[in-house]
Structure formats: C-alpha cells, structure tokens
C-alpha cells in the first residue's frame, strides 16, 4: 500500500499509522444526559434529530456543514477583519484564493452554498429547462424548481445500489445524458449540475474521465457544467487515490485539474473551506457573472462581501488553504473510514464504497420489516439518538419529499441514515463510542417500530416534520 494510501485497522504488523495534522490547543465540554433524558428530548423533538436542542447531543453527526474546527490562524484572522461595506481587504483575498486553487475568473460570494445556488438557478435556468444532473441534492434542486427548471437524475445506476463497490459510483451515465439532450433538445438543458462528492449518495466521487467525457459531450451541443464543489477537495483524494494516472499528483492539482473541465462553480463554504459560514459563486463567463454580480445585491448583499462579514471571508481564504493540503484530506477521509471500517467488521449494512464526509446506515435493510411509508431511516436516526445521544440524520423518504405534480411521497432507492463526521473536531475514541452505540440499536432491530408523520411543512420537510411513534 503505498503512503498516499490510509493504513487500516486491519494491518496490525510492521504498521506505520497516520495521524491528524494538528493537534487540540482549545476544547469545548460537552455531556451526557440519562436515557430517560434522551428519551424525553428525541420525543419533544418529534423523533426529528434536525428538532433536538444541541446541548442535548453527545456526539453531533448531524452534518459537517458549519461545524468544523477553525485552526489558529483563522481565529487570529478574525482580528483582520476589514468590516468596510464596499471594497473589503478580505473580499479579494478571497478572490485571489479562489482563483488560484479553483482556477476560475470570476467570484461572488454568498452567505452560503443556498445563497450561491439561488444565483446561478435564477441567471441560468429558462423557466421550462431540465437540469440533469448526477442526483439530487435537496437545497439544489429547490432552487432549480423554483427558477422554473426540473432536475432529472442522470447519474450511473450504480450509485442507487449501497452495497455496490464501484470506485466512482458519483460518475455521470454519458448514455443517459446523452439521450436526455437529444430527446429534449440541447436548447432545452439549462446546463448540467454536477456535484463532486455527490451527498445523497453517500458522498460518492466522480473521476477525472468522467468529467472530462461530460466536458466532451456538453461541448459538443454547446451546453454549460456547472459544479457544485461543496466537498471537491475530499472527491481530489479520492481519485488520487483511485484513477490511474494521479497518484503523484496533489490535491490541490487534481482540484485544479477538474474544475478546468466546469465552467463555473457554487460553495457551500461551510464544508470543505473549513468555516463556521459562507459560500461563493465562481464563474468563467461574463454573462452569467455580470447577471449573478447584479442579483447578489438584492439579495445576500455588495458583490464584495454576499452576506458575509470582512473576518469571515479571513478565515475562509485560510480555511482554502488549509483545506487543500494532502495530509489535512488524508486524516479527514481517514477517520471517516476508520468509522465504516469498524461498522462493516461487525456487519452493519452501510453503503459501499465509504464515501468522504459521512457513513450512511442502510436502513432499508437494517429496518427490513419497516416499509418505507412508516419511515425507516427516520426511526433509525432517532433510536440511536434514544440510545447514546449521538446525532445522525434522516436521507430517505422524509428527505426526497413529495412530487410536485401527484402530491406522492417520492420514493428513493436509498432509505439512509447519515452519520456525518466534523472536520477537525472528534477524535477516534468519539468514533468508538459511535460505532458501539449502532452496533447496539442493530442488535435490537427486530424490536424496533416505524413512525407516522403528523406535521409535514411545505419547503424541505425533513427540516422540521415532526413524528410519532406507531404502535
Ligand atoms: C452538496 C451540497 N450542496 C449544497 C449545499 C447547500 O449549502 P448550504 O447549507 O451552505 O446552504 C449543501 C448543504 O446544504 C450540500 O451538502
Ligand atoms: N448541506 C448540509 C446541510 C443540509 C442538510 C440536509 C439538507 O437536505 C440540506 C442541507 C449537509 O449536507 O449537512
């Protein structure tokens, strides 16, 4: 196994272990409540983890959006802080930053990743337009909806099957998009949406050939890519791990490399910057810049600082830095797999291959009796919950929401519980205590009961549903 590669639990002689890049200068307690405690809070929350108060959580695997560790030099940063309303220092170090490890021309920065997709659905979809991408993503497709365009999912079957172990099961089906631009004319796309990693499905890659054959074909009718590059640094790893041709490549030339191949990009800043908020638009092409630079002002704020604050742009061109670094992207998708790998010995059904922020519980298998309509992954987030106070969320049915046009609940393939790991924040003991508690809810699946939904909001459900527990 050569350096690059994370060394295993599984390699117990001559082994040589990597460990994080930094070590912990400033720490906040948390605590642990009783069961009856746990009970009481996951029963107030109407069984929706997003409802638990936060000081009732033991280990928060909620997500890793926001909740990373900033490191001593984005904290000092913070006192650099240029809070002017026009022209802030700190936008065009952001600016600069952008450009040089994303490559892209033209930067508008955004509170977060939503603020970012609201701007590119409303300059570049016509209502009417489809929007294939490589699966949905909930905040994503909203958007695209409420600017008049349709999603349709054009990623590789493969990644609908968790136990599938095809390296990039985040890959775009070429066929699929292909047949899609012909059936509906290429007049018709809007532009592709691609995500690296994908999140709904599991935090999956997508490789180099892929993009570079999507570059291909959308060249060929003259169609756009957009990227969403929320956790593009931790799908580089990946394929300097996996595709031929990169393993003496960095990171950060991989992420170069693959963005050359999109013609603009959204952030939510939040995940793979490094930082507690923000989010940025980059663009290549004037038309869609010029048009994304005039709406920003109506709604997030100057085309200099989006919403947000002078320091939070500081700390978010460090946080670029820092975040593209080999042994950073390393350590973080390590300890994600030290998770999954311990889960997996112990035969708890996750989705295949471990992907890059989080592990996903299959819960359509590990709940096998509960069908889908009483909210399987749902039950399983809040058991574990009821269990050891850990904090994981729904991706199922909740989460896929109705069909606009029947009024149906959309029913996913994949009915998944993530437990979504922090950057910088848990330590490998903290994944023990996880890996135990699931062990412990799978031991008693048989037992376990589904949920009825009884509030259900209009806008992204999962947020705010409240459930209870059928008898
Ligand atoms: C893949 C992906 N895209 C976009 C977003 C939207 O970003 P934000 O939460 O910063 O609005 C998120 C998280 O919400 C995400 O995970
Ligand atoms: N993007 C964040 C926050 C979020 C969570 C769920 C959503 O469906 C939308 C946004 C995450 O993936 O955790």
Not at 337 to 357: A, F, K, M, N, S
């Amino acid at each position: 196994m050569s350096e690059k590669h994370v060394v295993t639990m599984g390699q117990q002689f001559g082994r040589r272990s990597w460990a994080e890049p930094w070590k912990i200068k400033m720490v906040e307690p948390i605590k642990t409540m009783s069961a009856e405690e746990r009970q009481k809070a996951i029963e107030g929350a109407g069984y929706n983890t997003f409802l638990l108060r936060s000081e009732d959580v033991y280990i928060d695997l909620l997500t890793d959006s926001g909740t990373s560790a900033m490191s001593d030099r984005q904290w000092a940063a913070l006192m650099l802080g240029d809070e002017a309303y026009a022209g802030s220092r700190n936008f065009y170090d952001l600016e600069e930053a952008i450009r040089s490890y994303y490559g892209y021309k033209y930067v508008v920065p955004t509170h977060q990743g939503r603020g970012a997709e609201h701007l590119i659905s409303q300059v570049a979809i016509e209502p009417g337009q489809l929007v294939p991408g490589n699966m949905y993503f909930t905040t994503t497709k909203l958007h695209q909806e409420l600017a008049g365009g349709k999603f349709v999912d054009v990623i590789i079957d493969e990644a609908h099957d968790p136990a599938s172990q095809h390296p990039f099961k985040g890959n775009v089906d070429l066929d699929k998009l292909e047949a899609l631009i012909q059936r509906a004319g290429p007049e018709k796309i809007a532009y592709v949406s691609v995500a690296g990693t994908v999140n709904m499905a599991g935090g999956q890659p997508i490789s180099m050939e892929n993009i570079k054959a999507v570059r291909a074909l959308t060249d060929k009718y003259g169609i756009r890519v957009y990227l969403d590059a929320t956790r593009m640094m931790e799908n580089a790893y990946f394929i300097q791990e996996r595709e031929p041709g990169y393993q003496d490549k960095s990171v950060a030339e991989i992420l170069k490399e693959f963005c050359s191949y999109t013609d603009g990009a959204w952030m939510s800043a939040k995940k793979d910057n490094l930082v507690n908020i923000g989010g940025w638009l980059a663009l290549n092409h004037e038309d869609h810049f010029e048009a994304a630079r005039n709406l920003v002002v109506v709604y997030e704020g100057l085309h200099t600082y989006g919403g947000m604050a002078g320091r939070d742009m500081a700390a978010l061109a460090i946080g670029i830095q820092e975040a593209v670094q080999d042994d950073y992207v390393r350590a973080r998708v390590g300890q994600v797999r030290y998770l999954g790998e311990l889960l997996t010995d112990w035969g708890i059904p996750i989705v295949q291959p471990i992907g890059g922020h989080a592990i996903f519980l299959d819960a359509r298998k590990i709940y096998e009796h509960i069908p889908q309509d009483q909210f399987p992954a749902q039950a399983l987030a809040a058991h574990i919950y009821a269990d050891s106070g850990v904090r994981g969320m729904e991706r199922g049915v909740v989460s896929a929401g109705r069909n606009p046009e029947t009024g149906e609940h959309n029913y996913p393939k994949l009915e998944l519980v993530r437990l979504t790991i922090p950057r910088r924040v848990y330590t490998q003991a903290h994944m023990d205590v996880v890996a135990e508690s699931v062990k412990a809810v799978y031991d008693r699946r048989k037992e376990a009961k589904g949920l009825k939904m009884v509030y259900e909001p209009k806008y992204l459900r999962f947020f705010q549903a409240r459930f209870e527990p059928l008898a």
